[in-house]
C-alpha cells in the first residue's frame, strides 16, 4: 500500500542518516579506532559498536543522562476526567509498541519534568519508541541486514532479539524511584548482545564500560561514558541478560 511504502522509505531514509552520521563521528575523533592487525579477524565490527549507542555522532546515555525522568505508573491519565484511571503497567508496556514485550517486566520512566508529565505523557511514549526502532534499524543496516527481513525481532535469533532489547532498554530507561535520574542500560545487556552477535573489533572499541571526554564542534568537550557497571536486573539499571 501507498501508506507501507511511504513508511519504508521513511524509515531507510533515517536509518541511513543514523549510519552515515555515526562514520562522520568516527571520522572526526570517536574514541573507537580499529586494528591493523593483519591477524585479526573482525566480525560484526561497526560504529557505533552498541545499538543505540550513538544518534547523528552524539552519546544518547551522554544526552539522556542531562534530562529529568519521571514514572508514568500509578499516575492519573487524565486528572480532570470524571473516571479517575491510572496507568497500570499493563496499558503502559502495550502504548511502548515496538519494545512492548522488552519492558513489560519493570515500570519505565519518560524524559519528562514533573509539570509536564501528565499532558505529554503519552506522547512521550510514542516518542520514545520510534528512537527505539531507529535505533535497531540502523544497527541492523551498518550489519548489511534489510530491517524488513526482521520487523519482528521477538521471531528471529538471539543476536536479532539482543538488538532489538539493547534499543529499547537505552530509550525506555526502569524508573528511578528516588530520583530523576536516568538510569543506563545494565552492563549485562551490553555483554550479552557483544556475545550473541559474536561482535569482535579487534581493539577496545567495543568496552561497555568506558569513561572518555569528546570534543564539540564548539571546542568545548565533554564527557561520555558507557553503560552502568550494574549485572540486571538491579533496580540501579535498566535491563536484563536472558
Not at 16 to 24: D, F, P
Not at 87 to 111: H, I, M, T
Amino acid at each position: 500500500s501507498m501508506a507501507a511504502g511511504t513508511l519504508r522509505a521513511a524509515l531507510v531514509l533515517l536509518a541511513g542518516r543514523l549510519v552515515h552520521a555515526a562514520k562522520v563521528a568516527s571520522k572526526s575523533g570517536s574514541p573507537v579506532a580499529y586494528t591493523t592487525d593483519p591477524m585479526c579477524i573482525q566480525h560484526n565490527c561497526v560504529n557505533p559498536a552498541m545499538p543505540a549507542l550513538e544518534e547523528f555522532g552524539s552519546n544518547v546515555l551522554t544526552e539522556y543522562s542531562t534530562k529529568p525522568w519521571n514514572c508514568l505508573e500509578g499516575r492519573l491519565i487524565d486528572p480532570d476526567a470524571d473516571s479517575k484511571t491510572v496507568f497500570l503497567r499493563a496499558n503502559l508496556s502495550s502504548q511502548a509498541g515496538f519494545c512492548e514485550q522488552v519492558v513489560g517486566d519493570y515500570a519505565y520512566a519518560v524524559p519528562l519534568s514533573e509539570d509536564r508529565l501528565l499532558a505529554d505523557g503519552g506522547a512521550t511514549i510514542k516518542t520514545q519508541m520510534q528512537r527505539a526502532v531507529n535505533s535497531y534499524v540502523a544497527h541492523l543496516m551498518a550489519l548489511g541486514k534489510d530491517f524488513f527481513d526482521y520487523k519482528k525481532p521477538w521471531d528471529h535469533d538471539e543476536c536479532i532479539q539482543a538488538i532489538w532489547k539493547l534499543s529499547c532498554y537505552t530509550h525506555f530507561p526502569r524508573c528511578s524511584k528516588k530520583t530523576e535520574s536516568y538510569l543506563r542500560p545494565c552492563v549485562n545487556t551490553c555483554t550479552g548482545y557483544l556475545n550473541q552477535c559474536k561482535v569482535n573489533c579487534c581493539d577496545e572499541g567495543t568496552s561497555c564500560v568506558f569513561h572518555h571526554k569528546r570534543k564539540l564542534a564548539d571546542g568545548s568537550f565533554i564527557d561520555d561514558e558507557g553503560y552502568a557497571n550494574h549485572d540486571g536486573p538491579s533496580p540501579l539499571c535498566t535491563g536484563d541478560y536472558s
